[in-house]
């Protein structure tokens, strides 16, 4: 037996699994009749370098991450005396349901024990050790009268692990990332770190994490580990069978295959590959009738994108990163000049700034709070558009010029029209669309190309049918 620096005596086991942990030997972690998980073991060395603050592990199912979590923690608290660390996910009641249990099942088969060693108060929601080191339950969930998480603002920590990170606003991760490296750091020489744990989701972890790290971008104190649950070789023969079975093929890409561009809200109201068929669309439906489009950005902090338009196939794209109304309006009525399209088919979004284009260049306005057109069941005019244009992306008659656009503004385009999702339905029942500053935490950006997309729908509704012989009817020809 050994002891410890409180003269509470430790297995001699335990005493020798915390000094390899140290030591940055993690094989009694890792490697199970003489298999190892490369993966985990590559996880554990990142969590405990001076190289690396943040790390996002998994994206797929199956991968060990909660235990990895929970291995990583209950050993940085064994190995550093007094030092303060977290846990988070969405709601309390996931991790004592779920992730706490797995906190129990770790130190059962490291010989950790219950209540010698280590208590849970569930009452403050903490695990606390006997060498004075403790972890911190914490409710991550979003609350609108704490956005910016200022519940955590003046807490210290060591470091942390967001579990489910798929599950947990932005704003949590960017709070509790200025948390860490704040508690007995300097004295044990430990760099502050945070884990995020997660399955593929479009959110911030999309934009934050794995767009870098693909495009070779990823700031060098970060680091993407993905990890697919083929590259575990502890888990269920069954477990995979059964991700391989499922008919949800959703549900297959992300939780088998690990891929992120699939999204699996059941609020979302195209499917990705519906979304990818309007790249190049040959079914897309072409009339000869031009349209522009224009979503004008906001005091510069947005582009602007402007689209024109052949039926529902788009043949001209620009977009506008930083510029002055002037040179949009330029523009615009070089395309109206280009294409022949008369004032009343181009549209701009009116609100900020576009009122002032809309009003030089005498074309439509399109107010997006405004009432839904045709008494139709619609919170505002830009979610029935919104819903519109769903249907016109499933019934494969928007298209896009495939030589218009590069494979990042592909990525973009696909990224912002997978947000047109449903949302909560108002106490009259009225369809919403998710708003704006939801689809800002989830991206990281305004969806300007959603937005340019669907203003083409008001036409829907706004359709100007001129027959042939309209001077004959009106007698200005015999």
Known sequence: MAKSNKDI????????????????????ITTLNGVKHEKQESALKILTDHEHVELLYGGAAGGAKSWTGAAWLMFSCLSYPGTKWFCGRESLKRITQSTLITFNKVAAA????????????????YIEFYNGSRIDMLDLRYIPSDSLYERYGSIEYTGGWIEEGGEVNFGAYDTLKTRIGRHMNDQYGLLRKILITCNPKKNWMYQVFYKPANKGELSPHMYYLPCLVQENPFIEKDYIEALSSTTDKVKKERLLKGNWDYDDSPNAL??????MAIFGNILAIKTEVKYLTADIARFGSD????????????IDLKSFPISKTTEIQTYIKRCQYKYRIPNRNCIADEDGVGGGVVDNCDIVGFV????????????NLQTQCGYKLAEHINDSDIG??????????????????????TWDADSDGKLKLKPKEEIKNDIGCSPDWRDMFLMRCWFDYNEYNIPENIERIL???D
């Open 9 to 28: 005596t430790l297995p001699m086991a335990l005493a020798v699994k915390i000094e390899l942990f140290k030591r940055g030997c993690f094989d009694f």
């Open 368 to 379: 997006n709070n405004s009432r839904a057109l045709k008494d139709e069941n619609y919170q």
């Open 400 to 421: 896009v010029d495939r030589d218009l656009v590069t494979n990042e503004d592909v990525e973009q385009i696909a990224l912002e029209l997978g947000q047109l999702q």
């Open 270 to 275: 195209c499917s990705y590959d519906a979304i």
């Open 475 to 477: 007698g200005l020809s």
């Open 110 to 125: 490291y010989g950790i024990e219950r209540e010698a060693i280590y208590k849970y108060n569930g009452q403050l929601n």
């Open 303 to 314: 582009f602007a994108r402007i689209a024109v338009w052949d039926g529902y196939n788009i």
